[in-house]
C-alpha cells in the first residue's frame, strides 16, 4: 500500500485542522495506521494510531482529548482531526501504516507517506 497525507496548512492558536491519509494499493482494510510528526531540531513522535477496522484508537498524552483519529475504508482514508490547536503542535506530520494490529512504535510501521506540514502561529 502507498500513502499520501495532505492539509496541513497554517492556522491561528485554537483553530483546526483535519489531516487525510489516502491509501493506495493493497487491501486498506487490513492496515493499521498511525500519524506521526517531527517538529524542527525533535526526533519524531507518536501522535495517534487506528485499528484495522477502528474505531479502536490510541493518543499520545499531549493530542488526547483534542484529536481524533478516524477512518473511511471505503474511501482507503484515515483521518486527523485536530481541535484546539496549540503552538507546540507545529511539526511536519506523517501517516504510516502496517499490516496487523495497531502501535504506537515507529520502527514497526513498513509504510510510510510523505510529511504535510502543520504550522500554528498567531
Known amino acids: 500500500v502507498q500513502l499520501q497525507a495532505f492539509g496541513g496548512g497554517l492556522v491561528q492558536p485554537g483553530g483546526s485542522l483535519r489531516l487525510s491519509c489516502a491509501a493506495s494499493?493493497?487491501?486498506?482494510?487490513?492496515?493499521?495506521v498511525a500519524w506521526f510528526r517531527q517538529a524542527p531540531g525533535k526526533e519524531r513522535g507518536f501522535v495517534a494510531s487506528?485499528?484495522?477496522?477502528?474505531?479502536?484508537?490510541q493518543y499520545a498524552d499531549s493530542v488526547s482529548g483534542r484529536f481524533t483519529i478516524s477512518r473511511d475504508n471505503a474511501k482507503n482514508t484515515v483521518y486527523l482531526q485536530m481541535n484546539n490547536l496549540k503552538p507546540e503542535d507545529t511539526a511536519v506530520y506523517f501517516c504510516?501504516?502496517?499490516?496487523?494490529?495497531?502501535?504506537?512504535?515507529?520502527?514497526?510501521?513498513?509504510?510510510w507517506g510523505q510529511g504535510t506540514l502543520v504550522t500554528v502561529s498567531s
Open positions: 504510516a501504516a502496517r499490516y496487523g494490529a495497531y502501535t504506537t512504535r515507529s520502527f514497526q510501521y513498513s509504510t
Open positions: 494499493g493493497g487491501t486498506f482494510s487490513g492496515y493499521s
Open positions: 487506528i485499528n484495522r477496522a477502528g474505531p479502536a484508537a
